[in-house]
Structure formats: C-alpha cells, structure tokens
T-cell receptor
Framework: DQQVKQNSPSLSVQEGRISILNCDYT??????FLWYKKYPAEGPTFLIS?????DKNEDGRFTVFLNKSAKHLSLHIVPSQPGDSAVYFC??????????????FGTGTRLTIIP | KAGVTQTPRYLIKTRGQQVTLSCSPI?????VSWYQQTPGQGLQFLFE???????NKGNFPGRFSGRQFSNSRSEMNVSTLELGDSALYLC?????????????FGPGTRLTVL
C-alpha cells in the first residue's frame, strides 16, 4: 500500500525554465511533508518542508505547495539549473505527534535539466 | 557542525553471514532512524531509536535489529543475510524535540550480498 505516490518517474526540463514535481498521498493523518534531493550513492539531502497548517512555503528557488483537500503537494524549482538534476523524493510524516519520526517516502522522480 | 556519518561505506558479504552497520548522528541529535533503499521498493523505514530505546518499527523481519548507545550513536545488524538484503542502508538523525523536526541523512552504506 503506497501511501505516498510520485506518479512521474522522470521529468526533463530546459535550463532556466520551471520544474514542477508532483506528489500525492492517501493518509489524511499526515501533517508534515518534506522534499529531499538525492544524488547516486549519496544520502538524501533535505530541501524544503511544509506543515499542513500552511499551503505554501518558499526558500529561494524552491517553493512547495500543499493542497490538503486534494491530498497533493508539488515542488516548484525556478529557474531550473543543471545542478538540480537528481532524484527528488517527497516524504510525509505525522510530524505533530512527538515520537513520530517515521518518514514515508514516495518512489522518487528523476529530474534532468537540459542545458 | 559535522553531518551524519555512516561506516563502512561499502560492504560485500555472502548469504548466511551477518553484518553490523554504524551511524553517528549530528551532534545534539537524539533520534536515529534507519532506512533501506532498493531500486524496486524505494526508501523503506526500518526502525527509529531515541534515548537508547526503539520507538518506531517498520515492516521488516526480525533478522533486522538495531540499538542505540548513550551517546546517540546507533548500530544496525542484519543476521542470516539473503540476496534480497542487497541495498543502500541510510540512517538519519533529528533533534526530536517534539513537533516537526527535519531528519538529516548520512551518505549510506552500500551492502552487497553474494
């Protein structure tokens, strides 16, 4: 039972344009969401997070949008740069409950930025 | 501040053997979680330790176990290795003050079972 889904295994975007990565979840109890970026043979690197009490969080070129009614979140990268080429994972957790450190991950989207 | 460190980075074992992986969290972080990454299953949660106690557990067989020491360092053990245990094993640490704490990952240990 995949509670967090990333339906696009890969995405190619021209350098300088916007990259939009999508993620859907089924567990309405999730209330904290994170995006991680991963290069081969390395651990995931935290990018940005959002609490369920917000619908948008921005950090530099990265913006995460959360639509709770649709159980959908997206990561926007503007402008896209070649160094953004990596696999992106979204993750969810019951963050507001102390002791719930378990992250449930999506299967990842491989983003390729075309120079 | 140093990040999460994992040793060894690479391991090759044969079926039936056992293996121990080590993780040192970011200084001050009290929670350590372990994940398994495989091409087919993605990142799967194994277990989480806080103050030397296992606090959360994923859906893995009892061959997978772990522990945490008083300095928050953690070890993960896999006994009677199977071919399907070949994976990248990642540990992550967080402050775990309560509420929404971000987990930070180490580089992982690549385990190959022959």
């Amino acid at each position: 039972d995949q509670q967090v889904k990333q339906n696009s295994p890969s995405l190619s975007v021209q350098e300088g344009r916007i990259s939009i990565l999508n993620c859907d979840y089924t567990n309405s109890m999730f209330d904290y969401f994170l995006w991680y970026k991963k290069y081969p043979a390395e651990g995931p690197t935290f990018l940005i997070s959002i609490s369920s009490i917000k619908d948008k969080n921005e950090d530099g070129r990265f913006t995460v949008f959360l639509n709770k009614s649709a159980k959908h979140l997206s990561l926007h990268i503007v402008p896209s740069q070649p160094g953004d080429s990596a696999v992106y994972f979204c993750a969810a957790t019951l963050g507001s409950n102390f002791g719930n450190e378990k992250l449930t991950f999506g299967t990842g989207t491989r983003l390729t930025i075309i120079p | 501040k140093a990040g999460v460190t994992q040793t060894p980075r690479y391991l090759i074992k044969t079926r039936g053997q056992q293996v121990t992986l080590s993780c040192s969290p970011i200084s001050g972080h009290r929670s350590v979680s372990w994940y398994q990454q495989t091409p087919g299953q993605g990142l799967q949660f194994l277990f989480e330790y806080f103050s030397e106690t296992q606090r959360n557990k994923g859906n893995f067989p009892g061959r997978f176990s772990g522990r945490q020491f008083s300095n928050s360092r953690s070890e993960m053990n896999v006994s009677t290795l199977e071919l399907g245990d070949s994976a990248l094993y990642l540990c992550a640490s967080s402050l775990s003050r309560g509420g929404q704490d971000t987990q930070y990952f180490g580089p992982g240990t690549r385990l190959t079972v022959l």
